[in-house]
Every structure is written in C-alpha cells, then in structure tokens.
C-alpha cells in the first residue's frame, strides 16, 4: 500500500510560480502528476520514472512545469513557472508499478488527496 500526501498548492498571479511536493509512504516505482479543473477530465500533467531518466509532460505545460523526485525522501516534485489562469486545477500526485500509457489514469494504481491551485489574471 502506497500512501501519497500533496502540498504546496495555493493562490498566485499569473505569471507566477510554486512548487508541489508528494511524499510518499511505501515504495514507488513511477509517478506522475494529474490535474482537474471543474467540469472537465482529470488530465495527465508530468510523468518521471524512478530513476528519474524518463520524464514525459503534457504539452500544454511544456517548457513551464518540470517534474523531479528525490529518492531518498520518497517524494516528488513539481515546479510550476509561467502560471497561467488556465493552470488553475486540483493537482493530484500518483503513482504505479507499471503500465505502457502515461497519460490513462487507469494506468496509475495509488491517488493522493489533491492540493488546490489557483492562478488569478
């Protein structure tokens, strides 16, 4: 059983940045990084494998969101720069054991509770 708790959500102008951070209790393989705006999908953000050598994002946050981990503290991270009103979501970490799509949240086999963002314009 994998436990995943978020932090580092809150309110910033665009343009803006912050981090997230999802330390997990457990063992973890790869982890990623979703997001959901009201009324839409829950939608695939950043992905980093546990070596760290394989990332893959979104293309909507490409160049301005980049994900890393920190074995040693079983947690992983999200920088977020150029915030834009249109980043403005609950961010979930997860994680998974395997699995040949990043972008399914079927893919993913833990959740955390999610952290709140909110980019004012």
């Known amino acids: 059983q994998v436990q995943l708790n978020e932090s580092g959500g809150g309110l910033v102008q665009a343009g803006g940045s912050l981090r997230l951070s999802c330390a997990a209790s457990?063992?973890?393989?790869?982890m990623g990084w979703f997001r959901q705006a009201p009324g839409k999908e829950r939608e695939f953000v950043a992905g980093i494998s546990w070596s760290g050598v394989t990332r893959k994002y979104a293309d909507s946050v490409k160049g301005r969101f980049t994900i890393s981990r920190d074995n040693a503290k079983n947690t992983v991270y999200l920088q977020m720069n150029s915030l834009k009103p249109e980043d403005t979501a609950i961010y979930y970490c997860t994680s998974r054991s395997d699995g040949s799509s990043w972008l399914s949240p079927l893919s993913y086999d833990y959740w955390g509770q999610g952290t709140q963002v909110t980019v004012s314009s």
């Open positions: 457990g063992r973890t393989f790869d």
